[in-house]
């Protein structure tokens, strides 16, 4: 009866997402040669209007619009890289449409390259839209309480992404700010997911793979009634899905996206990665690096992504997934690969709290934080003019207020940031437990 009642409050308060979802669920039904079909109508439904709308994809599609008389593809069209973004935002917004008619989100750059972004209240509604139906790959059902574990302070503030009306009785959601892991606040999570229990945990993967090793670590009974738990925005390594799987006594799911274009692949029970093909379009390309990640947002008008590099490596796979969807599958590689900045007194900080650090800085094209000591941070910066005094002056504020007031930071100015062996930038560089013990 509650679930139910959860259900309706939830209805009358987001119609539009409601109909979305039903539209949404309608594809789970559909058979691959469909979806693809449907698939390679919508990309080219997408490139026309962003040739059409858009003043920079019609500066560089002039010529492939010059030959589509038939179907565009995506090899028709060039990537578009992070660079292309923060360099001409503006002329990647739809003619008609005012920065001041839509909301501006940011990422911090999970690959090292802070950008901006506009969007509406329609893009938004869609990806909670598309989560819901990926919850329900768990066997999770609307009106159930799911509980987010999450290392963005600007998404769980007022107006964020997970900020909405919060410790109602009916409320079917609710979330923790999981910047930082000490003992005390793992402590404090446990007693909250006892006490509310969600039927769903979701989060950063090392926030919850740290409260899994939390639980197991302190003997404490885990949190009981749950059909499973969502790791997101990080790699997934297999040895924290085994102790997360091992603390919370339920199945561990993947899902990948970026804010950009959220819902690009989630995980069924089989285990396998479903790319959500009626919302995205991905492609694996090979690079010298590795398998490069582009995807195009079938469904986003107002600033149009299309073969966008994410930064990611990873390939698309053949073959049928024994659960029935249609969607095709998907491997994910190296893919946000972070690192927590660990404190002299053991505290645990969440890379997202130096990401937010960095919003609004355009002229800064790629960064890397690295932790030199426990009580020492570096920050190396390519960036086509110094940062005035007065933000370095506002930086070191926020670090030393978030982190310690013993933590001193460092700018150091690069022409190149190295890359990992893999190919891959670490924008976040921490100190291991051995070497926090080595240099006290």
Not at 166 to 171: D, F, T, Y
Not at 202 to 227: K, M
Request: net charge positive.
């Amino acid at each position: 009866m509650t679930r139910r009642l959860r259900l309706w409050l939830q209805r009358r308060r987001h119609p539009g997402r409601y109909a979305r979802l039903s539209q949404l669920l309608h594809a789970l039904h559909l058979k691959r040669s469909e979806l693809l079909q449907r698939q390679r109508a919508d990309f080219d439904a997408i490139a026309r209007y962003a040739a059409a709308h858009a003043d920079y994809y019609a500066r560089r599609y002039a010529s492939a619009m010059r030959h589509a008389g038939r179907r565009l593809l995506p090899e028709d069209l060039p990537i578009l890289e992070k660079s292309d973004v923060i360099a001409h935002r503006d002329e990647l917004l739809a003619r008609g449409l005012s920065p001041h008619d839509t909301r501006l989100g940011h990422t911090g750059g999970s690959t090292g390259s802070p950008l901006s972004f506009y969007y509406d209240d329609a893009k938004h509604e869609l990806m909670l839209a598309g989560m819901m139906r990926g919850f329900m790959l768990s066997g999770w059902r609307p009106g159930q309480k799911v509980l987010y574990l999450w290392g963005a302070s600007r998404d769980v503030a007022s107006g964020g992404i997970f900020g909405g009306p919060q410790h109602h009785w009916l409320s079917s959601e609710m979330t923790v700010a999981a910047v930082e892991y000490s003992e005390q606040r793992l402590a404090g999570w446990v007693r909250l997911i006892r006490r509310w229990r969600p039927v769903l945990l979701y989060g950063y993967a090392s926030a919850l793979s740290e409260l899994a090793r939390f639980v197991i670590d302190s003997g404490c009974a885990p949190p009981t009634g749950l059909l499973g738990v969502y790791s997101t925005a990080e790699v997934l390594h297999e040895e924290q899905r085994t102790l997360m799987e091992r603390a919370f006594s339920c199945k561990v799911f993947n899902q990948y996206g970026c804010r950009e274009v959220p819902n690009i692949a989630w995980e069924c029970r089989h285990g396998n990665m479903h790319v959500f093909s009626d919302m995205v379009q991905l492609e694996s390309v090979a690079d010298p690096s590795g398998d490069r990640l582009l995807v195009t947002s079938l469904t986003d008008r107002v600033m149009p992504f299309i073969r966008y590099a994410l930064g990611d490596s990873g390939r698309l796979i053949e073959g049928e997934c024994p659960c029935g969807l249609g969607f095709p599958l998907m491997q994910m590689d190296l893919c946000r690969n972070n690192d927590l900045v660990r404190t002299a007194d053991g505290r645990r900080l969440h890379p997202a709290f130096f990401n937010r650090l960095m919003y609004g800085l355009n002229q800064v094209s790629q960064y890397q934080w690295v932790q030199t000591g426990p009580d020492s941070l570096q920050l190396r910066l390519v960036s086509r003019e110094r940062l005035s005094p007065e933000t370095v002056d506002a930086i070191g504020a926020a670090v030393r207020d978030g982190v310690g007031p013993q933590m001193t930071l460092e700018i150091a100015y690069l022409d190149a940031i190295p890359r990992t062996t893999a190919g891959k930038h670490r924008f976040v560089i921490g100190l291991s437990d051995a070497g926090m013990a080595a240099r006290r």
